[in-house]
């Protein structure tokens, strides 16, 4: 595959971006304001559009139960919302029992629980703040004075096995909320229900990222197997109807980093080219997906190498992830 425009000087688009780099906060908030502003008419549409929305999602969140009442109690704005999704991401990678045990004691002992202590109406959600409440108890008291050691021993020898499989059902549980499934067609199955109410899907692998050339090459396949498979479920709906694709850039290349920029256009460009290609004979949209903040502009000159290529014109599918 031959890339001609990539000989072109950078763009003046990318030169601003460049510009931007770490540049003061205040600076740039002012300078974006007043890109920002609505009309009247625009900020009157866009309240009310917000209105209703949030209204709905709390209705809904009100009356809702299991793990996503959980979710709503223990939010990401609280030290035990972190927590636990670290920990529902986290212990779907950990296969042995030990490391699994290090990271309960390194994360439940640390949490607030007993704040979250009757604040729902669910009694999942409050059984499983009193759950941690006790787990974070139990297990920082591992060499600690906070009960006798005759006591502290006795409940550990029959507690931490229960407490490592509760806390690990209650994250797997959790973790169902972001993982669709083990496999892309698991995961095409699990999401036909919700796609039938309205949501679309972009599906990406969970912890991919590729340390050597084999590790990359096996990630391509896999991306290329999801793009049939997503392809074949989409059936012909198009980019935004649809289902699509999310590609982390790290897990196709093993030396993707800005000092290493003309080995990165050279060789990961055409393999994501030939992945596009691929997404754009099913008609389904491929996301580029977030990096590491020192990655932006390397992935912004990937983007505008294949926004200009002519063999990608007039497809809708090259989309980018935006994460902040």
Request: net charge positive; hydrophobic share 40%.
């Given at each position: 595959?031959?890339?001609?425009?990539?000989?072109r000087p950078q763009s003046g688009l990318m030169d601003a971006v460049t510009s931007a780099w770490?540049?003061?906060?205040?600076?740039?908030?002012?300078?974006?304001?007043?890109?920002?502003?609505?009309?009247?008419?625009?900020?009157?549409?866009?309240?009310?559009?917000?209105?209703?929305?949030?209204?709905?999602?709390?209705?809904?969140?009100?009356?809702?139960?299991?793990v996503d009442a959980l979710m709503h109690e223990f939010s990401l704005s609280s030290e035990e919302?972190?927590?636990?999704?670290?920990?529902?991401?986290?212990?779907?990678?950990?296969?042995?029992?030990?490391?699994?045990?290090?990271?309960?004691?390194?994360?439940?002992?640390?949490?607030?629980?007993?704040?979250?202590?009757?604040?729902?109406?669910?009694?999942?959600?409050?059984?499983?703040?009193?759950?941690?409440?006790?787990?974070?108890?139990?297990?920082?008291?591992?060499?600690?004075?906070?009960?006798?050691?005759?006591?502290?021993?006795?409940?550990?020898?029959?507690?931490?096995?229960?407490?490592?499989?509760?806390?690990?059902?209650?994250?797997?549980?959790?973790?169902?909320?972001?993982?669709?499934?083990?496999?892309?067609?698991?995961?095409?199955?699990?999401?036909?229900?919700?796609?039938?109410?309205?949501?679309?899907?972009?599906?990406?692998?969970?912890?991919?990222?590729?340390?050597?050339?084999?590790?990359?090459?096996?990630?391509?396949?896999?991306?290329?197997?999801?793009?049939?498979?997503?392809?074949?479920?989409?059936?012909?709906?198009?980019?935004?109807?649809?289902?699509?694709?999310?590609?982390?850039?790290?897990?196709?290349?093993?030396?993707?980093?800005?000092?290493?920029?003309?080995?990165?256009?050279?060789?990961?460009?055409?393999?994501?080219?030939?992945?596009?290609?691929?997404?754009?004979?099913?008609?389904?949209?491929?996301?580029?997906?977030?990096?590491?903040?020192?990655?932006?502009?390397?992935?912004?000159?990937?983007?505008?190498?294949?926004?200009?290529?002519?063999?990608?014109?007039?497809?809708?599918?090259?989309?980018?992830?935006?994460?902040?």
């Open positions: 595959m031959r890339f001609p425009h990539l000989s770490r540049r003061d906060e205040q600076i740039c908030v002012q300078s974006l304001l007043p890109q920002a502003r609505l009309s009247s008419s625009e900020l009157d549409k866009a309240q009310e559009l917000a209105r209703r929305l949030v209204t709905d999602v709390r209705t809904r969140r009100r009356k809702a139960s299991g919302g972190i927590a636990l999704m670290c920990h529902a991401e986290a212990l779907l990678r950990i296969p042995d029992q030990a490391t699994a045990d290090r990271l309960i004691r390194d994360k439940v002992a640390r949490g607030d629980w007993a704040s979250h202590l009757g604040k729902s109406q669910s009694l999942f959600v409050n059984a499983a703040a009193w759950g941690l409440l006790v787990t974070g108890k139990l297990v920082s008291t591992h060499g600690e004075t906070g009960l006798s050691t005759a006591l502290t021993r006795l409940i550990a020898k029959g507690g931490e096995p229960l407490i490592r499989k509760g806390v690990d059902l209650a994250m797997r549980m959790l973790g169902r909320q972001f993982v669709t499934g083990e496999t892309i067609d698991e995961a095409l199955a699990n999401g036909r229900e919700r796609e039938a109410r309205g949501y679309r899907f972009s599906y990406d692998m969970l912890g991919e990222a590729a340390m050597t050339e084999a590790d990359a090459r096996r990630y391509l396949d896999d991306y290329t197997r999801a793009i049939h498979a997503i392809g074949q479920a989409s059936a012909g709906r198009g980019v935004i109807e649809g289902p699509g694709i999310s590609v982390k850039l790290s897990a196709i290349h093993p030396r993707y980093s800005r000092a290493q920029r003309d080995r990165v256009l050279a060789e990961l460009l055409p393999r994501l080219k030939s992945l596009m290609l691929l997404a754009r004979q099913y008609d389904i949209g491929l996301n580029i997906d977030a990096e590491e903040a020192d990655r932006m502009e390397l992935s912004l000159d990937l983007v505008e190498a294949l926004a200009f290529d002519p063999d990608l014109g007039g497809w809708d599918g090259l989309g980018i992830v935006v994460q902040a």
